[in-house]
């Protein structure tokens, strides 16, 4: 049985087990019920929390310094890292706006992380002047300071330099860059491990969710997830071909005709690094894009250009901020985007992976790790639509810079 099998059928059992501790309250039962779902609930999150430093780390590190190509593809570099700039910040734009438009989680009132919130501070309402301050000065630190207090942001920029020097530095620190595989090997076994164990947190955190909150937070999931699955596909359907017609003279028929093989199957898998091969494949053979630069682009892409997942990320943390009563200002919703930009960065591209660096997203604006439990139900079927609009996003780009490289090089010509 996969994963998604179980998964979905962890949260029917799981909803099914609530409504029974509903039918039989005040007794022993449900009170060890209760105790037990907790236990078990805290583990899963415990290990969420535990492997988001190291796997943000090694992610972003290995990603970074696998661009041995970063030199002699100089004007390609620049193109591709300006287009998945110019679509994850419209991506971002977009969820922000929709979950604004449409209010999504506002009007209940949920207390199943009140004893988190309390031990949570929210950041106060800073000026532009003053945030930037303040983000330089928590980013730029001791890099094992930030490792110990889980500052993801400064481990961010610690592992964003030394990918970089690893690049420079070429074959001299080819033994540095092998390490750094293996450690991100190892740190995705242990991601593959924590989710075994995810049928198992979302029963536990589903049953506790119907147990003892009010069930009007479910309909509130549900119209979470349509404005969400909405708006992604509005940005894949919409927004993107729009970019590629006007930047990469394609017709959008034509491409959702060539990348056809590559979306379904990430539709089907969830995971964009799976694809990849099919990507490059599609991209070489149906979208004309040439060989050296579907190879330089769409593993680069995987790694750095991810529209579904920041969409997600951002709208997910204005939702559970709305469900916690909570008012985000706006300079707390410009952290929210640039968090979600870099968490989008370090998210591996294996299914719902997302929900590990979804933590880090929360905590940026002072909103409990614990609250992705109201996510999980609903994650895998999100993840199916999103992983489809980022691959979507990597080969449209792949189309772009090979226009752009062309193009280049008749004038140089």
Known sequence: MNLNTQILIAAVLGVAFGFLLIAYPQTAFVDYSLYGLGVLSSIFIGLLKMLLIPLIFSSIVVGVSNLQAGGQFGRVWKITALSCFTTTTLALILGISCAHLFDVGKGVDIQLFQAAMDNHQTPDTLTPSSFFTTFIQNTLINPFKAFSEGNVLAVVVFALFLGVALVKGGERFALVRNISQQFFDIMMMLVGWVMKLAPIGIFALLAKLI????????????????????????????????????????????????ARTALVTAFATSSSSATMPLSMKCAQENLGVRPQTAGFVIPLGTQLNMDGTALYEAAAALFIANLMGLDLSLTQQVIVCLTAMIASLGAPGIPSAGMVTMIMVLQSVGLPAEAIAILLPIDRVLDTVRTVVNVQGDMMISVVVDRYAKQAEAEAS
């Not at 009010?214 to 071909?241: C, K």
């Open 211 to 258: 147990a003892t909150e009010d069930l009007s937070v479910l309909s509130r999931l549900v119209e979470f997830a349509a404005v969400v699955t909405g708006t992604t596909i509005f940005h894949g359907v919409v927004v993107l071909p729009a970019l590629l017609w006007i930047f990469g003279r394609m017709n959008p028929i034509t491409f959702f005709r060539g």
